[in-house]
T-cell receptor, first 114, second 108 residues
Framework: DTGVSQNPRHKITKRGQNVTFRCDPISEHNRLYWYRQTLGQGPEFLTYFQNEAQLEKSRLLSDRFSAERPKGSFSTLEIQRTEQGDSAMYLC????????????FGPGTRLTVL | AQRVTQPEKLLSVFKGAPVELKCNYSYSGSPELFWYVQYSRQRLQLLLRHISRESIKGFTADLNKGETSFHLKKPFAQEEDSAMYYCALRQGNNDMRFGAGTRLTVKP
């Protein structure tokens, strides 16, 4: 499968713990997005990378959230001191650089905070 | 504020019937609109974008700036069209705003 991959697929953690998710984009895509999706809602934009540079962050991304994309390849999203409200599906998408600008989504990581 | 509204959470039609999934948006600039689809146990994927003005799997969507709408239509629904459909608006080069989605069920 040469699509976008995300790990882990599921994560259960206790409130107050830190968690880290990984996204591996399609290799030739230089743009990468993180979204959060809660039940009954569409994906909500969190942050965006162009290569290794984090160019935009949503106000949804509190200071407990941090994202990196070292070397412009894979990306990680870390949540510190998790809260029950962080329970959601976290989606990653990589974007072609051509005129279509299509977003290719990964399968997501489902986070449950107990 | 930029917003995408999909007024119907659930939509059910019979096979062969026409289907229209509604999407309204609010955006002060020149909008770029998309429909994404998620079939059962599959990941979210692009269905179509307004710039392309194409028909994908029999679906079309026309941007109506006067009514600020981008409704998705198909004249004859098929059972395999059953899925979750999301309308999305791109703001600038980086921020994609999604609607809450409409679950379409096509009954045999």
């Amino acid at each position: 499968d040469t699509g976008v991959s995300q790990n882990p697929r599921h994560k259960i953690t206790k409130r107050g713990q830190n968690v880290t998710f990984r996204c591996d984009p399609i290799s030739e895509h230089n743009r990468l997005y993180w979204y959060r999706q809660t039940l009954g809602q569409g994906p909500e934009f969190l942050t965006y990378f162009q290569n290794e540079a984090q160019l935009e962050k949503s106000r949804l991304l509190s200071d407990r959230f941090s994202a990196e994309r070292p070397k412009g390849s894979f990306s990680t999203l870390e949540i510190q001191r998790t809260e029950q409200g962080d329970s959601a599906m976290y989606l990653c998408a990589s974007v072609t650089g051509d005129y279509t600008d299509t977003q290719y989504f990964g399968p997501g990581t489902r986070l449950t905070v107990l | 504020a930029q917003r995408v509204t999909q007024p119907e959470k659930l939509l059910s039609v019979f096979k062969g019937a026409p289907v229209e999934l509604k999407c309204n948006y609010s955006y002060s600039g020149s909008p770029e609109l998309f429909w994404y689809v998620q079939y059962s146990r599959q990941r979210l994927q692009l269905l179509l974008r307004h710039i392309s003005r194409e028909s994908i799997k029999g679906f079309t969507a026309d941007l109506n700036k006067g009514e600020t709408s981008f409704h998705l239509k198909k004249p004859f629904a098929q059972e395999e069209d059953s899925a979750m459909y999301y309308c999305a608006l791109r703001q600038g080069n980086n921020d994609m705003r999604f609607g809450a989605g409409t679950r379409l069920t096509v009954k045999p």
